[in-house]
């Protein structure tokens, strides 16, 4: 894609709710010509279709990639061998390859390890969503103003980040680069860390419902808020969470950690102790909000 | 109160959220002739009287309490002993007491010890509430449709708790009662634990932020919501805390051992059981809002 031409054939593989909103947001930007959709749901391709969401879909991954001049991956990152794998052979040498997973170092390892250029793949992350998924749930304007992180090498076609630089810029979002282990680390810390932990916490509560005990008769929005991503797609989630095991164990370890600091601050009965720590959070957290939060 | 004449003198300590907001909602349902507002801040004392949220305000407790019908206690837990030592040889026989605190265990002990007749303490919890704090933040909306819970004991005045469940309902809560022990275990769970975690996390990603490091830059609506009752009170919740420690402590063991639970899982690259995990937890939670959610 270029800011003249845009782009003439987008192949989209996975037209949910992330793949589904980029088209969306790359027509209402006019910058897209023809897109196909690609996925296993006739049921989700047809509603897409019928939503005016994509022109054209199928089944078929090799149809779908092989006159496109963007590919955009945006199934599970548990799909991603699969995926790659099948559409390797059929991708022309000046396709420029995409994703939109939410843990980059492995979406790296899969393109190298299928693709016979893996120098035109782009490794994308639009650090935007909802709990909901599908076509049905896309919409135009979720990437609006989020950021969206690049996570190219050395050996990554300059020309082709560009190409999706620009794309992301056109669907809404602020585009950045880091390197993929920072990336990692950095989401492990303040996105896949709270969906662990938002699972675990209903699931802690859910195991001492008893008839005469049901504690989320009693829970507001406090609760609410805190379990919203618990609602989220536990197979997405999963995938997540083995493909960035090793920086969200790492995250998991600083959680446990300030966990007991709290437990045993409580069995101290030390109250100035707990209110400098629950003063420290609430200060880093309006902090952010304050710096952040008309972006969000 | 009764529903035919209502509560001719209402004095609340404390013109806070939930105070404020329950002299609004008591307003706007016509059933309080006079309020009087107690409290120390002169300027949020002032805010109260000029929005209107209550008639007369005063800085002395016994003042205030002296003439009034009923009388709720609407301060952090933390300054329970100071606001009943200070209110108690002010208080006419036929005054009802009742509260608003988040921990009911620590109010009747705190009632006992220093009323002189302790039957006419009706405690109570309404479950709601905001971030915010301060009458300004107060509305009467406050508790539509949210639950209340009373623990009187045996020995509370079933007329005290007909008046305060009455009081509660002309405010738009669903009114229930349980004993003290189950509603902080409830409350630890749904409210306490939550709120614990919240505060963890930020934490726990707050300290691993350095120059290059800020994974405050790339937190999203997940992190926003997971995190927004971290953005509490810090003394409120040392107080809630603190007064329902072995309830809270109790629940923290809980999460710990899921999470301990998911970090072996995921040391194991346990797919299947993390799918269940987080099938569980979606599930459990789904349903909870299902049947919850225009409540909320």
Redesign the interface.
């Known amino acids: 894609m270029n800011s003249k031409s845009g782009i003439k054939r987008l192949c989209i593989i996975g037209v949910g709710l992330i793949g589904g909103s980029l088209a969306r947001a790359l027509r209402r930007a006019d910058v897209v010509e023809h897109i196909i959709g690609v996925g296993r749901s006739r049921k989700n391709l047809e509603t897409a279709l019928q939503l005016g969401v994509v022109d054209e879909i199928t089944h078929d991954i090799g149809e779908g990639v092989r006159n496109a001049d963007i590919v955009i991956v945006a199934v599970p990152m ?1 799909m991603y061998e699969n995926i790659f794998r099948a559409m390797a052979e059929h991708l022309q040498k000046h396709t420029i390859i995409s994703d939109v997973g939410s843990t980059k170092s492995h979406a790296l390892k899969v393109a190298k390890q299928y693709l016979t250029d893996a120098s035109r793949f782009v490794p994308a992350h639009p ?4 709990e909901e998924s599908g076509a049905a749930a896309s919409f135009a304007g979720l990437f609006d103003d ?2 969206c ?1 690049l996570t190219p090498e050395e050996s990554t076609d300059p020309e082709a980040v560009q190409c999706v630089e620009q794309m992301w810029k056109a669907a809404g979002s602020h585009v950045m680069q880091m390197d993929a282990a ?1 990336h990692d ?3 492990a ?3 896949h ?16 419902k008893s008839g ?2 049901d ?21 997405m ?2 995938d997540i ?2 493909c960035n ?1 090793q920086a ?2 790492h ?10 600091r ?2 045993d601050v ?2 101290k ?1 030390d ?1 100035k102790t ?2 400098d ?6 200060k ?3 902090q ?2 304050k ?2 939060g008309t972006d ?1």
């Open positions: 548990g650090i935007a969503g909802t989020h950021t992180i920072t680390d950095l989401l810390a303040v996105s860390l709270p969906h662990l932990a938002a699972f675990a916490l209903v699931n802690a509560v859910n195991k001492q005469v005990f504690p989320f008769a009693f829970a507001a929005g406090g609760f609410r808020d805190f379990t919203r991503i618990a609602s989220s797609s536990p197979e989630w999963r969470a083995l095991r969200l164990m995250q998991l370890a600083a959680l446990q950690k300030e966990l007991s709290l437990g409580l069995r009965n109250g707990l209110l720590e629950f003063s420290a959070a609430k880093a957290r309006d952010w909000l710096e952040n969000l």
